[in-house]
């Protein structure tokens, strides 16, 4: 099955249950100044219930992270500034409970960004988080938590830490989420509680049904449904393997960074991480990687429930940025919002699709000038998605000058930026001989292109993201070839990248750089140091008569001089 974001590493099968929660869209609704009173009363009702639950909770919890979330949580609850302002809303703007905590929390999170909070900095996602949480939980009488008796893997569309804590955890072995963000509360508690979970992984409440079997691998990020036995095993063991060679590299790291590995043509090669949220940086700073290959800066905005200003923006963007070596190259993809990945503003706000093309260019303006501001005496890459037309990259290029001329001729401190696209549609890798001539720089995002390549959608549970089809093959290999034609630095970010099954493939191609999820940043690290490929001289002609996935497969491992061949253990 399709995987998602993994929250916690490990592995845990067992029986699915179903949770559907209520969507935590907010219902503005106006009531009647009869109904303020009772309004009020279920808003502090519900205050009172979520502080009492939270504090019992701190008690049982052991993780330090959770009791953390508990403490901050139950801060905020007590807070009597917070809870005043939303009572006046009620009263004032006759609206309902949900309506006014939203607005409220979202207006004490801007004030306190305004005065440059330090407190806030650190707190805005869980404030956002609260918010959700004491809307959800204003709906509890709605909300029937299912009862958990046996030692299961819980399956919902979203639910609040609250929500989670009230259940029998004891018997929660794992947890798989349809939305989710990878900094939410409700990720921390499980982080915390070191339950295997994966979040985003579309449909899971519709594909899998109540009591089947399912195979959580939160190490390989992948779900299975009703497994072989020999695959839960498999699982299992290599989640040992895995946990043991993650202690062995924790000394073995720098060493090996130290040695560089070249390629066959003595080129140094890097392996970079795909990084999706502050709290991943955490987890980063042990890892080897020579830096970020992919930002993804719309994972960052998920939570709020306003556009971020450009302040908000750089303030994040600075924090990022302090919290890596100088020596870090930090590459961030401009916001890529799709269907599936639409941050709460964006849903709420119908203003958005008033003049879509001007709202959208006056936002990557923002966010282009909150990015070169916080770059000052740094070396960044700033990079566009979803590019197609050679035209399209031109006024790019141009704004992105326009933007950084009047940040400098405004006395602004900018740092050291290359400036280049992802190359994940079909017209872009044709394009990429041009496209390569007017950018610093590729990145490859194998997701996509396979997606608009192959017709199939990568939310479709039954496609896989990491199988590499012969069409999208010869565009990879079309887009290396142009960006290395122009000495244009490529780089492959999407998760064809974990499939080590074609890292001699892409080695022989010329690719040098390759960004993966953190937790499969020590198995390429291995793998590159341990493959010797060789250099094919007829490796294009090769690549242009490939017909199947076979072929593919047979190619990558005629490429590799030693261990034989290369296939994956885990399917
Ligand atoms: C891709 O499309 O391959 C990619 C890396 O970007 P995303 O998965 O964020 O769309
Ligand atoms: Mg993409």
Redesign the pocket.
Known sequence: MQEGFVITEGVACGPAVIFKNDSPMVNIVHISPEQVDAEINLYLNTVDRTYRLFLSEKNNVSADMAKEFLDAAILYLTDNYIKERIIHKIKDELCNAEAAVMQCYHEYISDLIGMNDPFVLHNEFELHNLAETIILELRKKKVHLPEITEDSILICNNITPAQFLTMNTEHIKGVLLEDGNTQSHLAIVLRGSKIPAIFNVSNATKVIQNGETVLVDAYANRIYISPLDELIWQSFNNAKKYQSGNERHTDTIKPLMAQYKTSPDGERMRILA?INSVAELTKLTCLPSSGIG?F?T?FLFMNCSHEPSEEEQYLVYKKIMDMLPRNYEITF?TF?F?AD?LPLYMSMSSAFNVDSNQHNKQSLIKQLRAIIRASAKRHIRIMF?MVAEYEQVRELVDLFNSVKSLLMDTGHEVGWIKIGI?I?TPAGAIMSDSLAQIVDFF?????????YTEACS?EDPTHR?DELTPAVLKLINLTVHNARKHHTPVCI????VHNLDYLALFISMGLRDF?VAPFYLNRLLEKIHELEVKIEPLLDEKIDCIRTKNEIYDLNDSLITTHGSNRRIID
Do not use: A, F, H, V
């Not at 990145?443 to 997606?451: A, E, F, K, R």
């Not at 970010?493 to 064809?496: A, I, K, R, Y």
């Open positions: 795909n992919l993804r719309e993809r890529d799709s990945k998605p992802m994940e990145s490859i995002g194998t997701n996509d292109l396979t997606q990568r993201n970010c999407g998760e064809l960004s």
